[in-house]
């Protein structure tokens, strides 16, 4: 799930690698971008017609819908590595937006499900929101074998 997510093609690229994995991918609003754009386009190729998309208006529309459900929040700012989170089925993985991340308010009171990536390197604050994506939604299929052995 990406909340209020502002690039096209980090958008693009999560939605063709939601489409590679078979997992549905949630927008919750306001997008910082027109579904049209050409950039999310581009990015996604011609995997769209096999996103399951769903939009949602702001986080308190997709957390309402969505009350009895499992997040796991991802955090530049957060203080366990995502290699500790015991993955169950059904769980959303939740990302802020490229400038922002999640917003504070949002983190507030949820230090037990929020988790980071590990980044080496002082000169580096965070990784891209599509790198992000990719490696957490891998960890989560793995944890649960959920991937081909081939």
């Not at 957390?63 to 290699?83: C, D, I, K, P, Q």
Request: proline content about 7%; glycine content about 6%.
């Amino acid at each position: 799930m990406l909340l209020q997510p502002e690039i096209p093609p980090n958008t693009g690229s999560i939605a063709r690698l939601c489409a590679a994995i078979g997992v549905r991918l949630h927008l919750v609003g306001p997008l910082g971008f027109s579904l049209e754009d050409r950039y999310l386009k581009r990015a996604g190729l011609d995997y769209w017609p096999h996103v399951d998309l769903r939009v949602h208006d702001h986080w308190q529309q997709f957390a309402t819908e969505h009350a009895a459900e499992h997040f796991v929040l991802y955090s530049a700012r957060a203080a366990r590595s995502y290699l500790s989170i015991a993955h169950v089925p059904g769980e959303y993985l939740v990302f802020g937006s490229e400038t922002r991340g999640l917003p504070q308010s949002l983190l507030a009171g949820r230090e037990d499900a929020t988790y980071m990536i590990p980044i080496v390197s002082p000169h580096v604050r965070s990784l891209n929101l599509a790198n992000a994506v990719s490696i957490a939604a891998y960890d989560a299929l793995r944890c649960l074998e959920c991937l081909p052995t081939r």
